[in-house]
C-alpha cells in the first residue's frame, strides 16, 4: 500500500510500507487498496475491536444504470493536510482509539473496487464504530476530492457532490500580521 504523506512534507506514491512509529495511516494513491493489510495494521493487542468501512464502486449512481468506473480527481496538496486533521480530531473526541487507517484512490477505479478505506481501532466497539463513522462522513463533507462517474454512452460529475467544508478542529482564516 503506497503512503502519502504521514508526516512527510513531499507526497510520494512509491512507499510501501506504513509509517514506522505512527498511530495514523493516511494515503492518496492511484494503486489498488488492501482491505486486509488496512485491517491488520490497525489491530493491537490493546485493542478489542476494528471496525473497517470500504467504500466501493457501485453499478448504480443517482439516476444512472451500468457504471463502469469512476475517475477520481483531487486537491493533492490538501488531502493529505485534511486527513490528517481529520484524524486529529477523531483522537481528541475518542482518546482511547489505537490506530487510525484513511485511505482514498485517486484516478480510474473500476467497478467493485474500493475507493476508500476507514479503519479504526479502540478497546471497545462502541468508539470504534463511533470514530469510524465520524471518519468516513467528516471525509465526504471536508476533503477536496471529487467523482466522474462513467457508464455505456457518458460520464458525468457526481450528482451527489458536497460543497466542501473545512474539517472540524480546524481553523481556515489566516493569520493577519501586524493587526
Known amino acids: 500500500m503506497p503512503c502519502i504523506g504521514h508526516g512527510a512534507p513531499h507526497y510520494h506514491d512509491v512507499v510501501p510500507v506504513p509509517p514506522p512509529d505512527a498511530s495514523n495511516w493516511i494515503a492518496l494513491t492511484e494503486h489498488p487498496l488492501d482491505v486486509q493489510r488496512a485491517t491488520d495494521w490497525v489491530a493491537l493487542p490493546e485493542c478489542g475491536a476494528v471496525v473497517l468501512f470500504s467504500g466501493l464502486v457501485r453499478d448504480h449512481a443517482e439516476g444512472v444504470e451500468g457504471v463502469t468506473h469512476i475517475d477520481y480527481e ?68 471536508s476533503v477536496p476530492i471529487w467523482k466522474k462517474e462513467f457508464w455505456n454512452g457518458g460520464s458525468d460529475w457526481a450528482r451527489g457532490a458536497q460543497h466542501i467544508v473545512e474539517p472540524p478542529g480546524s481553523d481556515p482564516s489566516p493569520s493577519v500580521v501586524g493587526a
Request: hydrophobic share 50%.
Open 74 to 141: 483531487a486537491f493533492d496538496e490538501q488531502v493529505v493536510v485534511r486527513l490528517e486533521a481529520l484524524a486529529a480530531d477523531a483522537r481528541r473526541r475518542w482518546s482511547d482509539i489505537g490506530r487510525i487507517v484513511l485511505w482514498h484512490r485517486r484516478g480510474r477505479v473500476l467497478l467493485s473496487e474500493s475507493s476508500v478505506v476507514v479503519a479504526v481501532s479502540s478497546p471497545h466497539r462502541d468508539h470504534a464504530f463511533d470514530a469510524a463513522r465520524h471518519l468516513i462522513d467528516s471525509l465526504k463533507a
